[in-house]
């Protein structure tokens, strides 16, 4: 299983922040935090001469003398890196969904990301930095930064854009971190439906801004928010089973399903894509997987597929499948012949088995939904595979079996002659060679 997550915050006292902004972010952080095991969340604090557990959060002394920003430069110590890899969270950020939806943009743990500048683009901001673990980089602004510096009147994301370069822009992995400030003079009335992480850099404060007199109802609700059970039970998993018509199995396909996950119901005269893709913007899962209506899911899939999505840190997830032959009444196990395809393998022959596919929502996000257009009939997911790897998507496999698929006679694939599906299957290999 992924082992722990670490987030660390930074409190100088005297400024402009104290203690309640560090338990209002930890207290959005903790409610809000989906799975089983909780984030380990350390505060770096110039108050604290020890070590102290305070469970939901724990204290670590902040040696340096440094106002402001300056602070910060303890996180860069080589004393840090027993904490790395960690993700380090300003106290002026409004944590609206899971920060675990930030942790699963993270395909690379090694590399230093950071958020751009909302105003200065092209030029890092270290409000929300992912420290990776022993990344030379961070010894190489220790070094200059040992050197000795002159504080007064020079800002630290100055000093760091002399000695480092990101490797990513969290805005380039995401769509959901929002400026409070998107303008001069303006600020967010209210939340974007996508919203994950808001940025409140510089005046007013949280604290402030939910007493001033800006009327932002959304900012006074953040600060009294006290409960999340609603969060809390938000599901992780949504099954999507798009259809036009039910052949015979809708019932078993339905009982599958268990009542861990948001099962969505989609009927419509289209073509599957079609009632899938119509379906998505009620998916509330992290975790989606569609699931056609004369199949079935097995009893340990759902388990099994997030486990190894989150063991593996993959876009994508599919494995074993039992084939059900209505003719025959005999069953089959199939497994893949190339369990982690890359773009090349896919093209020369499909392996995944389209019963078995899980994706994370963000993939839909990033590379758009599955093709409507008749051109890709009976290879829609073969398409929107070969898409999902040609943007850099990461494919994973799971041993386990995880569906039971119908072979029957009035499947679209034993409908389109064999000449067609040749046809439809190389227009889609040539599109993407």
Request: net charge positive; with cysteine.
């Amino acid at each position: 299983m992924e082992s722990r997550r670490t987030i660390v915050l930074v409190l100088r006292s005297g400024g402009d922040f104290s203690f309640c902004d560090v338990e209002l972010i930890a207290r959005h952080i903790n409610g809000k935090w989906e799975s089983e095991t909780k984030p380990r969340i350390i505060c770096l604090w110039d108050k604290a001469s020890e070590t102290y557990d305070l469970g939901n959060i724990e204290i670590l002394p902040l040696t340096n003398n440094y106002k402001g920003t300056w602070s910060r430069m303890q996180l860069y110590s080589p004393k840090m890196e027993q904490y790395r890899p960690f993700l380090y969270v300003d106290l002026d950020t409004a944590v609206i969904q899971s920060l675990e939806r930030i942790f699963d943009l993270i395909k690379e743990p090694d590399k230093f990301i950071v958020l751009e500048d909302f105003w200065q683009k092209g030029e890092l901001a270290t409000g929300l930095v992912w420290f990776p673990a022993n990344y030379k980089n961070i010894k190489v602004i220790w070094k200059e930064w040992n050197k000795g510096i002159q504080v007064q009147g020079f800002r630290m994301d100055t000093f760091l854009r002399k000695y480092i370069q990101p490797d990513f822009y969290w805005q380039q992995l995401t769509t959901t971190i929002y400026d409070f400030k998107p303008s001069p003079g303006n600020v967010l009335k209210e939340v974007p439906a996508d919203a994950n992480l808001i940025c409140f850099h510089g005046k007013p404060r949280i604290f402030q801004a939910a007493e001033s007199s800006l009327s932002l109802p959304w900012v006074v609700n953040y600060v009294n928010q006290t409960t999340f059970s609603k969060v809390i039970e938000k599901k992780k998993v949504t099954v999507i089973i798009p259809y036009k018509e039910d052949r015979g199995w809708l019932e078993d396909a339905i009982a599958s399903v268990p009542d861990s996950v948001q099962l969505i119901l989609s009927q419509g005269q289209g073509n599957w894509p079609q009632n899938f893709n119509r379906a998505l913007d009620q998916a509330e899962g992290i975790y989606i997987k569609y699931l056609h209506e004369d199949d079935m899911l097995t009893p340990n899939c759902i388990k099994d597929s997030v486990e190894a999505m989150e063991e593996q840190g993959v876009d994508i997830i599919h494995g074993n499948a039992i084939q059900l032959s209505q003719r025959t009444g005999n069953s089959l196990v199939w497994k893949p012949s190339i369990t982690n395809p890359t773009l090349q393998n896919l093209l020369k022959k499909n392996t995944i088995h389209s019963a078995t596919l899980m994706y994370r929502r963000e993939v839909f996000e990033k590379v758009g939904r599955f093709n409507e257009s008749d051109k890709v009939k009976a290879f829609e997911e073969y398409e929107f595979n070969l898409r999902c790897l040609q943007a850099g998507m990461k494919i994973g496999y799971c041993p386990s079996t995880l569906a039971y698929y119908r072979r029957h006679s009035k499947q679209q694939i034993r409908t389109t002659s064999k000449v067609q599906r040749n046809k439809y299957r190389m227009e889609i290999v040539n599109f993407y060679r």
